[in-house]
């Protein structure tokens, strides 16, 4: 099949860029970004005496899917030894994915959280092929799922976008094709949930399009569907009401300047990016990308709200809970260069998806919701 060949492809151009971030070697520890100093350093050295770490300024966020990796329940010690651990804690299946495929043998996370990377990028690219199949566009619009270079930091880094992506696009397939057994919805919508809190919002929009635009659909049939939809939401719920038993606090503690209120964050970080222009060599090079950088996001997102005037579709409707994420993101989000790729990946994936599918024959506010409707009797 063109899309599994397609897929590959991605997938290769994912593996290269992990091993040119290591001068051309798979290095699986290294992509963990663990400081040696740190607290957690001593288990990972215990656990495998070769283990890569790096300086203290490349520490990020892979350390805390690999201790989810190690101790996905948090009954252990190793949960005790990451910052924030609460929140860490909130969103655990990339981590508890580690554990299960690694058997719980703490030596092999690294080089499972390097599967779960590449097999995101193959996944999420096959799936997105098959999606733009469905809506007679060519497969090898599937490679759009990498034309976003947060995905590919997000694969050097261990961290969870390349899966959550994957499950976005595979979720969204599946609620297209009206005739998905309700169990697979369901199943999606629990990863989604546990892989990343943001993904609540997707599963509400995609709802809403539901209740809105499909009610010709069966009772029965219909009220299975949005069960199954929003299956994951209850699910971490209760998750959450285990981590506070655990951590006697919700997961939910945001450091400051993360998250706040919208567009306040971005205009902080546009006077940031103003004065940093003016600063040292180094400060004025991250300062002279800031602007354009976030302009560029801004224009992306105003396209698709002004796009959805004329044929507002169950792909709009994802996308804008995403871009209200996004323009609610604080100004730490918004200056630093790796935060700028990563944190826009799904909202800019999704917008730039709304636009592309918007050229199709068959997708479109009146013709979508009838071809929905007619696909259900």
């Not at 990796?69 to 651990?85: E, K, N, V, Y």
């Not at 979720?171 to 309700?182: G, I, S």
């Not at 040292?280 to 090079?285: K, P, T, V």
């Amino acid at each position: 099949m063109r899309e599994v060949k397609i897929a590959l492809l991605g997938v290769l151009g994912a593996f290269l860029a992990l091993i040119a971030a290591t001068n051309w070697r798979l290095v699986p520890s290294a992509y963990i970004h663990m400081f040696s100093g740190e607290p957690y350093g001593t288990l990972a050295r215990a656990a495998d005496a070769n283990f890569a770490f790096v300086n203290n300024v490349s520490h990020y966020d892979g350390v805390y899917y690999y201790a989810i990796g190690i101790d996905p329940l948090a009954t252990s010690r190793a949960h005790q030894l990451i910052d924030q651990a609460p929140y860490r804690y909130g969103h655990p299946l990339h981590g508890w994915l580690a554990y299960l495929l690694s058997f719980g043998n703490a030596k092999f996370v690294p080089l499972v959280l390097v599967f779960l990377s590449l097999a995101g990028v193959g996944v999420g690219i096959y799936y997105l092929s098959k999606l733009a199949m469905h809506f007679e566009l060519s497969p090898w619009l599937g490679l759009l799922f990498i034309a976003n270079p947060g995905i590919y930091y997000a694969a050097i880094n261990s961290t969870t976008e390349t899966i959550g992506m994957a499950l976005v696009v595979t979720f969204l397939y599946f609620v297209v094709k009206n005739e998905t057994k309700a169990w697979i919805l369901m199943l999606l919508s629990i990863f989604l949930c546990l892989d990343k809190e943001q993904y609540v919002i997707l599963i509400l929009t995609v709802l809403i399009y539901e209740i809105a635009f499909n009610r010709k659909i069966l009772f029965e049939k219909r009220m299975i569907r949005l069960i199954s939809i929003i299956a994951g939401i209850p699910v971490l719920s209760v998750w959450y009401v285990y981590i506070k038993g655990v951590f006697h606090v919700f997961p939910n503690h945001y450091q400051t300047g993360v998250f706040g209120a919208p567009f306040v964050g971005w205009i902080k970080a546009f006077e940031y990016g103003n004065s940093l222009q003016n600063g040292s060599f180094d400060q004025s090079q991250i300062g002279s990308l800031i602007i354009p950088v976030l302009f560029f996001f801004l224009t992306i997102y105003l396209f698709v709200i002004v796009h959805s005037f004329k044929n507002l579709n169950l792909f709009h409707f994802v996308a804008f809970g995403q871009i209200a994420i996004s323009l609610c993101q604080g100004w730490v989000n918004l200056i630093y260069p790796h935060e700028i790729l990563r944190e826009q990946i799904v909202s800019l994936s999704l917008s730039v998806l709304t636009l592309v599918l918007a050229q199709s024959p068959r997708i479109g506010s009146v013709a979508f919701r009838r071809r929905v409707i007619d696909s259900a009797h």
